[in-house]
């Protein structure tokens, strides 16, 4: 029986391996991650503001890996050669096929590991006027700050860095979010203060595991990557409703690879929806030119959120 190893539970893993495991295609399913839980981005800013439980925020994987008749092995992926996958303090693993999906390269004060990142917000806590600089004026950055007042109270001093606030969004959902910002004083700079007692790094650096529109890595048929880990020919958008798309590429071209059948190709969308939290009842969501803010979106976002965590 061929093996199929999904190193690192991405989105785009999560979703192939939903998807392998309900259709039971005829080969072992392994699944390894550094650790039992899949933090789920999208759930960070309710986490910050306290709304929600660590377990309503991340993914179980040995139950999600039991339910789709894989194995989970918890470890850490430190490289492959050929058919070899090599892990950090356990014996290398052999498979017929690798799907890489580890999400952005690590950097220091980044937003991952989600654990960490709340430490470094609790151990601000007991500060009388703690300063907090997010350095990234996207969605992300926007949202953890916001969060962040309402974990921190109106004592924080907290500034949002970045040239431009929410690039990709139209002009009318960047009003939105600076009237928000404002109304909880929260500064936009181009240059982090001097004095800051933490700083979150709100942006993914650019990937590195060059793929092909089948996400296979150019030179190795049998490996594919997907997710903020993987860098196309041309520049695709990162994020998790981009790298559910790819997974579900990824499960038709692993089935496809089991069979010896041809590839299908991924397309970016023309664009996706995108929604940020602003705040525990409202949220502000764009898709192309068109922007709706309120009640509304925040309870599809909600209703997204329960669908992905819970499958
Ligand atoms: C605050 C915030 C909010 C966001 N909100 C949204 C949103 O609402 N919608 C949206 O579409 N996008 C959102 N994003 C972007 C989105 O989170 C990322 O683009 C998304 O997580 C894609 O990551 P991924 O699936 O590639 O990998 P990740 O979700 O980062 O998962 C990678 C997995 O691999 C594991 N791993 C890493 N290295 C190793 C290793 N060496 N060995 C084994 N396992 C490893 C990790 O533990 C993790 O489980 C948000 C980002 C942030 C920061």
Not at 13 to 19: E, K, Q, S
Not at 141 to 164: D, H, N, W
Not at 174 to 193: G, N, Q
Request: hydrophobic content about 50%.
């Amino acid at each position: 029986m061929k093996r199929i190893i999904f190193a690192g539970a991405g989105h785009a893993n999560i979703v192939a391996l939903r998807r392998l495991g309900r259709r039971r295609i005829g080969a072992e399913l392994v699944l390894v991650n550094d650790g039992p839980q899949a933090w789920y981005t999208g759930a960070l800013p309710a986490l910050i503001r306290g709304d929600i439980t660590s377990s309503q925020a991340a993914i179980d994987l040995p139950a999600l890996a039991a339910h789709c008749g894989a194995r989970f092995i918890d470890a850490r992926v430190a490289g492959f050669s050929d058919h070899a996958l090599r892990l950090a303090a356990a014996d290398p693993l052999d498979f017929d096929f690798l799907a890489i999906a580890i999400g952005g390269t690590m950097i220091a004060d980044g937003v991952k590991p989600i654990p960490d990142l709340l430490r470094r917000l609790e151990a601000l806590r007991p500060l009388a006027s703690p300063g907090l600089g997010i350095l990234g004026s996207g969605a992300a950055g926007v949202e953890i700050a916001l969060a962040a007042r309402q974990r921190l109270g109106p004592s924080a001093e907290i500034c949002l860095c970045g040239k431009t606030l929410l690039p990709r969004a139209p002009a009318r959902a960047r009003r939105i979010a600076l009237r928000y910002l404002a109304t909880a004083r929260i500064e936009l700079v181009s240059e982090l203060p001097a004095r800051h007692d933490a700083l979150i790094r709100a942006y993914t650096p650019e990937p590195d595991m060059a793929v092909r529109q089948t996400l296979q890595l150019f030179g190795e048929d049998h490996v594919f990557a997907a997710g903020d880990c993987a860098k196309f020919p041309s520049p695709v958008a990162r994020s998790g409703a981009i790298a559910v798309r790819q997974g579900r590429v990824l499960a038709a071209n692993l089935r496809a690879s089991v069979r010896a059948a041809p590839l299908q190709a991924f397309k970016p969308p023309p664009a996706t929806l995108a929604i940020m939290r602003l705040d525990g009842s409202r949220a502000l969501a764009w898709y192309g030119g068109t922007t709706v803010h309120g009640v509304l979106p925040s309870r599809l976002k909600a209703w997204l959120d329960r669908r992905w965590l819970e499958g």
